[in-house]
């Protein structure tokens, strides 16, 4: 049985991806587990770019969109009455205008139309993105098509495809974009822990407690990473009283020369010669001894 | 004239709070100009915090941004017709009847169409609420809190937008500052729509610029203009100068980073109010001037 492991994080930039890819490495690297890495940032998919290995598949993800038959349609103005999203209109000139951007595909039109004059039409709302496994690690990224509204139909998507490797991984481990939305819920839902990385800093601490909520409703086991420990002047003790209060198991990350380095270069720790006397390494051990393996 | 402006970027945590609030500052406190705030970013809002917190609640409501399927067992002749038709896969056929699994229902009302007996109705959906309040810095901020688990965030978004706007014209507001959300999917595709400019905020690494040209391409699908604010632009010069290249004169400005913009989440204020002479505050006002010369 793979383990899953959801890195989530309600604020952005707080290091989620930081987080789950050094996570991955060190599985890898010193436990010798294998991995599979699910990127559901879609809107901005940025593991692959860490973690560099070939593409092995990329399939497009695929909605419904209206076709209308020009000789069928009568101009009844049916389709129009009916989109919930308002996608379609009927101009005085006398054509049935299609809005792309603001279709969800929810097909309603199809049905909705006493002609038959609209059928089932195809529209790419993004992409699956599988890599070849390099070492012990295989990727699989969602990518959302820009100007595409359906962040949340590519995130499901690109998740419930990627269930088909999961079994032959050690650990599966889902990184997702910043936010507390449906599509992060069910992460979370498909998981065995959940890593909740914030910083100390009061926007850091609002939104760790918005995702607390969040995991805490669908009860799932919950461990705390607070990035960018040490930082001046931040907001420490707000955190340090409520992830005592919710008895929640804290890892901290020192803002310190190598993590910076190591985020601004887009690197993993483990590829700096010195990182065995870092901190960050230390305490990453120590999360996966602890909790992951 | 109202314009709106909207502070986004690709990839989150680059600065987009940091920015607007400060904007919003600016205008109203160096400018004396009538400013509304609206926080788009309604899955982790918290423009507010960097504007001094709440001083006082002006008005608070709930928001209906979605409709779930109800269905009438006493009616219902187990067709399946529903569970073809859903293209979300929210509906499966168990014992009594169809089963709609609320996670995955998007709310459309397709299953209720297609019903020959007619045993869908629909009833209204909490998904969030609207916040109306006064900052710590004076500023009018409307605040959108989608509920935790939900989507259709991007209704959420336009309903603000179109609260900014009424509050804006009855308040004779000169300017809308947006925070939107991270990222460039359906809040970010929202809060742009209708907007005069939009800012986009860039932090010297891969990950941003990969971000921020993916935002441009949705910019230009809806012909909004944009501009850029390098912001923490001395955490890695090198790639600074990538970003440069990247967007060469659309680029209004490069934001240093020093540890006083942290204080100034501390200590709930906008830098500009903190440190106004400070490096990092003038180059603020630097890009805040520029980008109204650029939006006329």
């Known amino acids: ?293 | 004239m109202i314009r709106e402006i909207v502070v986004a970027s690709g990839k989150g945590g680059t600065g987009k709070t940091f920015i607007s609030s400060n904007l919003a500052f600016f205008l109203k406190h160096h400018l004396n100009k009538n400013v509304v705030c609206a926080d788009a970013d309604v899955e982790a809002p918290d423009l507010i915090l960097a504007l001094g917190g709440v001083r006082e609640v002006i008005s608070e409501h709930p928001f209906y941004g979605t409709k779930l399927p109800v269905i009438d067992y006493s009616v219902c002749t187990k067709c399946g017709s529903c569970i073809r038709a859903c293209r979300f896969n929210a509906l499966h056929m168990g014992e009594t009847g169809p089963v709609v699994d609320y996670y995955s229902c998007e709310g459309l009302g397709t299953c209720s169409l297609v019903c020959p007996v007619n045993a869908i109705s629909f009833k209204d959906k909490i998904i969030g609420r609207i916040i109306v309040a006064r900052s710590g810095t004076d500023l009018l901020t409307i605040t959108g809190d989608l509920e935790v688990g939900e989507s259709n965030s991007g209704r959420l978004v336009y309903e603000i937008k179109k609260e900014a706007h009424d509050l804006a014209a009855s308040e004779k507001a000169d300017y809308i500052v947006v925070d939107a959300a991270p990222g460039i999917g359906c809040p970010v595709i929202s809060s742009l729509s209708g907007s005069d400019i939009l800012l986009i905020v860039v932090e010297p690494t891969p990950q941003s610029l990969k971000g921020a040209i993916r935002l441009t391409k949705v910019s230009e699908d809806l012909g909004i203009k944009w501009y850029i604010i390098l912001n923490k632009y001395n955490l890695n010069l090198e790639f600074s100068k990538e970003i440069l290249k990247a967007f060469k004169s659309r680029v209004l400005e490069a934001v240093p980073y020093d540890f006083e913009v942290i204080v100034s989440y501390s200590r709930m204020t906008p830098l500009l109010s903190l440190k106004p002479s400070s490096m990092t505050s003038m180059a603020l006002k630097n890009a805040f001037n520029k980008l109204l010369k650029v939006i006329k």
């Open chain 1, 1 to 293: 049985m793979s383990k899953i492991v959801t890195v989530a994080g309600g604020k952005g930039g707080v290091g989620k991806t930081f987080v789950a890819v050094n996570i991955a490495n060190i599985l890898v690297k010193l436990k010798k587990r294998s991995v599979l890495v699910v990127d559901i940032d879609v809107s901005n998919p940025c593991v692959f770019t860490l973690i560099k290995s070939d593409i092995e598949k990329r399939i497009p993800i695929k909605v419904f969109r209206p076709k209308i038959l020009k000789d069928k349609c009568v101009l009844c103005g049916e389709c129009v009455k009916y989109c919930p999203v308002h996608a379609l209109l009927l101009i005085p000139a006398g054509e049935i205008i299609f809005i792309e951007a603001l279709c969800e595909g929810c097909a309603m039109c199809l049905y909705a139309c006493p002609y038959n004059a609209i059928v089932e039409g195809e529209r790419i709302i993004g992409w699956i993105n599988v890599t070849r496994d390099k070492d012990l690690i295989k990727i699989v990224y969602g990518e959302l098509v820009p100007g595409s509204r359906q962040e949340g139909e590519v995130m499901e998507r690109t998740l419930e495809f990627s269930k088909r490797y999961w079994d032959d991984y050690d650990f599966v481990i889902i990184d997702t974009p910043p936010g507390t939305g449906k599509a992060i819920m069910h992460a979370i839902k498909e998981s065995d822990i959940i890593v909740s990385v914030t910083e100390p800093t009061r926007l850091g601490f609002h939104d760790l407690k918005k995702l607390h909520r969040l995991v805490r409703m669908i009860s799932k086991q919950e461990i705390v990473v607070i990035n960018k420990y040490g930082i001046p002047y931040g907001d420490y003790r707000e955190i340090e009283e409520f992830v005592k209060s919710e008895e929640l198991k804290v890892y901290k990350i020192p803002y310190n020369k190598l993590a910076i380095k190591s985020y601004f270069e887009g690197k993993p720790i483990l590829e700096y010669d010195n990182s065995v006397k870092f901190k960050v390494l230390k305490e990453l051990k120590k999360l996966i001894e602890e909790f992951l393996l």
